[in-house]
């Protein structure tokens, strides 16, 4: 087997905080190809793969194999430059949408949000719209994360996340965006604060 292997190409793309990673590479095995992969937080959202037939014995034949690679990936890099915005929103679209998935399954929610920190909310995975009766509270609800505190007859603090007993409501705040989840008037909130902000996590 021939022992050529060129050096890999890596490049980055950056949107919104979040690293794309394109790296293509020449393999031998399962059979000599030329692969970009295009990566956010580890995981494969593309793969571009040639199938490399042509013989690569000769230092003319390997130079044509590295200018392939080169071209492929510097191809994809503008692509993916081009459409960064596109790949990120919705890479973080699924995400949220798996979240909210995750905490209405917990015992006792009945809807759950995500509001981002420009003020848009997101419908609940089960594509139902902000219910009437709580939208006041949204309209305000930026503001009002940042001026209640322990002492306020709005609401109460438990663990650093609002419970607005009254609406049944509790906000938890992850890196720029507030979970917004209705709960049943029943459920012991102290309880179901820490059951969500475990299943949020770092979000």
């Known amino acids: 087997m021939n022992k050529f292997l060129p050096a890999g190409r890596?490049?980055?793309?950056?949107?919104?905080?979040?690293?794309?990673?394109?790296q293509t590479e020449f393999s031998w095995r399962p059979h000599p190809r030329i692969a970009t992969g295009v990566f956010i937080d580890g995981?494969?959202?593309?793969?571009?793969q040639k199938d490399w037939d042509a013989p690569v014995d000769t230092d003319e034949q390997q130079?044509?194999?590295e200018n392939f690679i080169n071209r492929q990936h510097a191809e994809i890099v503008a692509i993916i430059e081009s459409?960064?915005?596109?790949?990120?929103?919705?890479?973080?679209r699924i995400s949220t949408e798996e979240l909210l998935e995750k905490i209405l399954h917990l015992d006792g929610v009945n809807a759950a949000w995500c509001m981002t920190k420009k003020g848009v909310i997101s419908p609940d995975s089960?594509?139902?719209e902000l219910l009437p009766e709580y939208r006041t509270t949204f309209e305000t609800l930026?503001?009002?994360?940042?001026i209640l505190s322990a002492n306020s007859s709005v609401g109460q603090l438990i663990d650093g996340n609002i419970v607005l007993q009254d609406d049944s409501l509790?906000?938890?705040?992850?890196?720029?965006r507030h979970y917004i989840i209705g709960y049943d008037p029943g459920i012991e909130p102290t309880e179901l604060v820490t059951r969500i902000a475990q299943t949020v996590g770092d979000s």
């Not at 995981?43 to 571009?48: A, G, L, M, S, Y």
């Not at 459409?83 to 973080?92: A, E, F, I, P, S």
């Open 63 to 65: 130079r044509v194999v």
């Open 142 to 146: 930026i503001d009002l994360c940042g």
């Open 126 to 128: 089960g594509g139902r």
């Open 10 to 22: 890596l490049a980055k793309v950056e949107h919104d905080g979040v690293v794309i990673q394109i």
């Open 170 to 176: 509790v906000i938890l705040r992850r890196q720029g």
């Open 43 to 48: 995981v494969v959202i593309h793969k571009i």
């Open 83 to 92: 459409q960064k915005k596109d790949l990120v929103n919705r890479q973080k």
